[in-house]
């Protein structure tokens, strides 16, 4: 339930709404806005009688959230979260955010050739897995921590924000070191330890759209990092299991508006996992920007075809400044823009 104040509603008035929603037995979030002061009001399974609430002074209204996720619903917040990085990036808001990477990280000169090519191309995070979730045990499951210091080392030389993958809590700790975004894919978007976890870690998180997810499961998951206390997550569609082989996933485009519609939190697009296919990736790239998409989350590898993981999905540095170069035009067709970072090619 949220409780809304009136406008120049007190402190202590708000206080008042807090103490009396902390002796019901739930838990009490103010959350000051622009206009006037929402109280949230969590830890209910089920609709709250809210007359001692609405008896108080300066309350304006009751609403209940009809969603069974709440603090990331749309009911909750009406204005878009904006997740705030460090050197001004910013996801959720009229900028879009650029994350290119190879799938793993493989060595010093991999990884500082992929951050050098993303970067000059524009983007502004640099992805790159340590510690992989494969298919396969006897697939390549990353360098591990040797992966995070080489990310590290690729922060330091070029300046762009990193983003990994956290398989489980104790690799938290270690990614949230280097991490500037911490990822969790989807093979663990239900893993509801990892995600409390990280709700309660200080990092912001990616969420993948787990393979066989629907919309309000993904939302659902997102709803357990906030509710420890994490307000920054930014979900990511990256393609469904389908039943044509075609593509290696089905590539849910439709996800991007109905996540702006359900909820407040960004949505960026994972067109490289979405369909798995090099030629399809700009394509897609381009129609997720068009569909509202926050952001991209591309796989770049400075030599694709011996790369260890995904190589098949992964662009060359060309083919990314291409994705680039389009996905800008598109974004400044519906009022968006992909800024151009100092030092990048426009
Ligand atoms: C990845 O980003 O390399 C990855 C493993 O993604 P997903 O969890 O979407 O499969
Ligand atoms: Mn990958």
New binding site residues.
């Given amino acids: 339930m949220l409780v809304v104040m009136r406008p120049g509603a007190t402190a202590e008035e708000v206080r008042a709404v807090v103490a009396t929603i902390e002796e019901l037995g739930y838990e009490a979030r103010p959350m000051p806005g622009r206009q006037r002061t929402t109280v949230g009001l969590v830890g209910n399974d089920g609709r709250v009688d809210g007359s001692r609430i609405e008896a108080l002074s300066g309350v304006a209204e009751l609403i209940h959230v009809t969603k069974p996720y709440k603090q990331v619903s749309r009911e909750w917040r009406s204005e878009p979260t904006i997740v705030r990085l460090a050197g001004g990036v910013t996801i959720g808001g009229a900028d879009l955010a650029i994350m290119a990477g190879p799938?793993?990280v493989e060595s010093e000169s991999q990884i500082l050739e992929a951050a050098r090519a993303v970067r000059a191309a524009g983007a502004t995070v640099l992805?790159g897995?340590a510690f992989?979730?494969r298919s396969s045990p006897y697939s390549f499951q990353g360098l591990g921590r040797e992966g995070l210091r080489l990310l590290a080392l690729a922060r330091a030389e070029t300046g762009l924000l990193i983003i990994t993958?956290a398989m489980d809590a104790e690799q938290l700790d270690l990614v949230a070191e280097v991490a500037d975004i911490v990822?969790i894919?989807?093979?663990n978007m239900q893993n509801y330890s990892l995600l409390r976890s990280a709700g309660r870690g200080g990092k912001p998180v990616l969420l993948?759209r787990g393979l066989s997810a629907t919309v309000q499961d993904l939302l659902l998951s997102a709803e357990y990092i906030l509710a420890e206390g994490n307000p920054d997550v930014i979900l990511?569609e990256?393609g469904l299991r389908g039943f044509d082989s075609v593509t290696r996933n089905l590539f849910d485009l439709s996800a991007i508006p109905v996540v702006h519609h359900l909820s407040h939190l960004p949505i960026i697009a994972?067109p490289s996992?979405g369909t798995g296919r090099r030629d399809m990736v700009i394509p897609m790239a381009r129609a997720a920007v068009a569909a509202g998409a926050d952001g991209l989350?591309i796989?770049v590898h400075p030599t694709p075809e011996r790369a260890l993981?995904?190589g098949a999905q992964s662009l060359d540095p060309a083919q990314f400044a291409t994705l680039m170069r389009e996905a800008r035009v598109i974004a400044e067709a519906i009022g968006r823009s992909i800024p151009v970072p100092v030092g990048a090619s426009a």
Avoid: I, N
């Fill in positions: 799938c793993s992805r897995g992989k979730p993958e990822q894919g989807a093979r993948k990511c990256r994972d996992h989350l796989e993981s995904d």
